[in-house]
Every structure is written in C-alpha cells, then in structure tokens.
C-alpha cells in the first residue's frame, strides 16, 4: 500500500494541492483538496529525564525573512525525517523520542531572517479587540483558545488536545520551567455565591472572569524546533501538540492544510490569544497577509507576548459538505526584522500548516493514518 517518499517525490509534496482557481462573479473562497502523505513512526526510545531549566519565552525572533528562507536550498528527505521525528514529554518526566517514516499511499492512485526586538509589534493603531462577556467568550470560535501556564495560548483542536507553540513548552535546548506540570486554563465566568444559574448578562460591566485548569498528559514536540532552534530552520517547526488528562468537553477547531495566501478570503487571517498587556482578556484581531513561504505566513496583525500559540485561521467553503467551516491553518510564532529591498521592515510570523505538518499533527491526535488523508 506505501513507497517511501524519495527527494523528488517530496519536493512534489511541497505543492501537492489540487488548486481551486478563483473563476465567476459567485465564486466562493473553498477549501482546497491536498494529496497529503503518511507519517508513521519507526521506532521510539527512551531519553533522560529533562532538567525543565529553561526560562519561558513568550515569543521568539529570527532575522531570516521572505527571501532568506526562499533562498533556502530545499531538504533532504533524510533532513526532513529528522525535522519531523518528534520527543514526546509525559507528565511523571519521562522522555522519548520518536523517528519517523514519511510513505505515499499508492493503493487507490488518486489521493485526496535584521534585528530581533524584545516587544512584539503593535503597527500604527491597535486594531485588536478585547473579547467581554461570556456569551461571546463561551461561544465558538472565541471558546476554543485557552491559556498555557507558561503564559503562552493555545487552540482546542481536538477533544483532548490543544494546539501552541514549540517555543512554549522547549527553548530549543531545554523543556521550560513548568513543562512537566503543564497545564491548560479555560476563561470562565466567576460565580458570586448565592448567584449560581442568575441571569447576570444584562449587567452594564463585563463579567469577571476566571481560569479552570486540566493538566497536561504529554505533550509532542517536533526535531526540527529542537534541532533546528540554533539557526533559523528551527522558526519553521515552532509548533507543539497537548494531550489533557481529560476532555475538555467544548467545540474545537479543525487544522487544516493552509492553502495560498492569494487564496484565503480577503487575503487574511484571524487569531484570538492572551495577550500579557491586557491581562484575563481574549484578544481578537485580524490582518492581511503580506508574504509567505512554504512554512511561513508573513503578517503585521497586532500582537504583544502571550499571544504565541495562537492558532490562526480562515472561514471557506467546504465543497464536500456544503457549507462553511473555519479550520486553524497556523500557528502565531513570533517576530522578525526583514530587509525588504534594502529597508528593514518588521512582521509578525505564523507557521503554515503543510501537508507533512498536517499528516504529523493529525497523526498525534487520531493515531490511525487512514483518519488523516484529507486535509
């Protein structure tokens, strides 16, 4: 059923969609089909227990821009076997590390870099809106963010599994303080005793709000963040996936394989995160897409630390279903300097969702490849 993925097949992968072209005065943004591969693992073994020595941080610059990283020369398929193994951390400490085999399924021929800043960029007025209320805050797709305790965000993407940023859990070097006893907080409504089930939305003040928190069980982190964290590869790979100890019991948000930027409605993406300058708040913006690369998204949406891990996404037209659907199609990472024909220019950064990632990340959360051939 499988053949191993060589360099030349791999480098077709890179643009596998099956391309919707935008056509006729009531043509709809939808989403593209992708001929997405089989991650599978090889082999899994036992590493040290980690020193959790690192500080967390809340965000993470590169200077390798646009053209820097197109200017990359593509990897060997051995390199991206590395980049997409992953260490799997567990709550009592422990440590693996997993290779991995990348196939293409064969049985029915036709498959569906400047200066870093020390401040996350607001650009000209703050376009970012504070999210009030718990008829907002509770209601999809504002409910699916959640707060990590290391300070970071994250996106509910499954029953029991939260999507964020590498760098939240892993500077590279090290698991971060916190990362064995992670946990994941859900923005709830206080309850003043004796006011259990009152209607309390009509009031002029927005409700005060608190965190319930459900411990983290493992947590998977790709080589390639690890690996790669020393130069400016790593960028590429700053994403992780949570497993909770229980579900969550709330909607969650699909990922999705992210399609062009010319593609995506309006040109733009939307994210909602904690960020740290508006402290108990969800903060929702939206921007356009200014440049991308085949891992990355190149944007100016308002941010501040606290917001990595956001994921990012886009409402389309699902043909198969006949209706719209929001998927995550990245993952808010962090911020660069870009020399733009010779003038430094600053974005903020989100990691696209390709199909290797789609393939990776499903694979964490289903466990079963046949569950993961569309993305």
């Known amino acids: 059923m499988f053949r191993m993925a060589g360099l030349s097949t791999l480098i077709l992968l890179l643009c596998a969609a099956k391309d919707v072209v935008p056509s006729g005065p009531h043509w709809k943004p939808t989403w593209p089909s992708y001929r997405v591969p089989v991650i599978l693992p090889q082999s899994t073994f036992n590493l040290d227990k980690p020193q959790f020595d690192a500080e967390a941080r809340l965000e993470v610059a590169s200077p390798c821009g646009p053209e820097c990283h197109k200017s990359s020369p593509l990897p060997t398929y051995e390199e991206v076997k590395n980049y997409l193994s992953y260490e799997t951390l567990y709550a009592n400490g422990s440590l693996t590390e997993t290779e991995v085999g990348i196939y293409i399924l064969t049985s029915t021929g036709d498959e569906s870099r400047g200066k870093s800043r020390t401040k996350r960029q607001i650009y000209?007025?703050?376009?970012?809106?504070?999210?009030?209320?718990?008829d907002f805050l509770l209601n999809y797709p504002f409910s699916t963010s959640v707060k990590l305790s290391t300070g970071c965000t994250g996106t509910l993407v499954a029953e029991k599994h939260v999507l964020t940023a590498a760098h939240c859990i892993h500077d590279g070097k090290s698991y971060v303080k916190g990362a064995q006893k992670l946990r994941v907080g859900f923005l709830k409504p206080k309850?003043?005793?004796?006011?259990?089930?009152?209607?309390?939305?009509?009031?002029?003040m927005p409700e005060k709000m608190k965190f319930q928190w459900i411990r983290v069980k493992r947590t998977h982190v790709p080589k390639g963040w690890i690996k790669g964290n020393a130069n400016d590869i790593g960028m590429d790979y700053d994403y992780a996936l949570l497993e909770l100890k229980k579900p969550h019991k709330r909607k969650f948000m699909k990922i999705g394989v992210s399609p062009p930027a010319r593609h995506l409605p309006g040109g733009r993406i939307h994210f909602s995160g904690y960020d740290n300058d508006r402290p108990g708040n969800l903060v929702y913006r939206f921007?356009?897409?200014?440049?991308?690369?085949?891992d990355l998204l190149y944007q100016q949406c308002d941010a501040q630390p606290g917001a990595s891990g956001s994921g990012v996404y886009v409402r389309m037209w699902k043909r198969q279903n006949h209706k719209w659907e929001r998927k995550i199609i990245g993952i808010f990472s962090g911020h660069q300097w870009v020399d733009m024909n010779g003038t430094p220019q600053d974005f903020n950064v989100a990691v696209r969702i390709t199909p290797l990632k789609y393939a990776q990340i499903c694979y964490w959360i289903k466990g079963n490849y046949l569950d993961c051939r569309e993305g």
């Open 124 to 134: 000209g007025y703050d376009s970012r809106f504070s999210i009030f209320g718990k």
């Open 287 to 294: 921007c356009d897409v200014k440049d991308e690369t085949y």
């Open 191 to 204: 309850v003043k005793n004796g006011s259990k089930g009152a209607n309390i939305t009509n009031s002029a």
